[in-house]
């Protein structure tokens, strides 16, 4: 069963920090690289960062520096820490893996966790 659970978002002040969560199907967590992904309204679902089953990280330029992502091997779970979050940082935010799964000869998503940036 595959399992891809977001959770964390919420509404936050520019400046502010957020920790998403995603809980993972644990044979997917184990043998694939993870990765966090956002859909800004109007845009393509874009790449944020990952990370591999040894812990090498890569992130988008746009996020560098502001943004860690993280991965627990006890809890099958991904992490992404997000500091000086900024205004065009809104967005559903989804975890899945490096590349995406595919199910069913299509892209398997699961409801991702919204986060806004306001004042």
């Known amino acids: 069963q595959v399992q891809l659970v977001e959770s964390g978002g919420h509404l936050v002040p520019p400046g502010g920090s957020l920790r998403l969560s995603c809980v993972v199907s644990?044979?997917?967590?184990?043998?694939?690289?993870m990765g966090w992904y956002r859909q800004i309204s109007g845009k393509a679902r874009e790449f944020v960062a990952q990370?591999?089953?040894?812990?090498?990280?890569k992130y988008a330029d746009a996020v560098t520096g502001r943004f860690t992502i993280s991965r627990d091997r006890i809890k099958n779970a991904v992490f992404l820490q997000m500091n000086s979050l900024k205004t065009e940082d809104t967005g559903v935010y989804y975890c899945?893996?490096?590349?995406?799964?595919?199910?069913?000869?299509?892209?398997?998503w699961g409801h991702g966790t919204q986060v806004t940036v306001s004042s």
């Open positions: 899945n893996t490096i590349p995406v799964l595919i199910t069913s000869s299509r892209e398997y």
């Open positions: 644990e044979n997917i967590f184990r043998s694939n690289t």
């Open positions: 990370i591999t089953q040894g812990s090498i990280t």
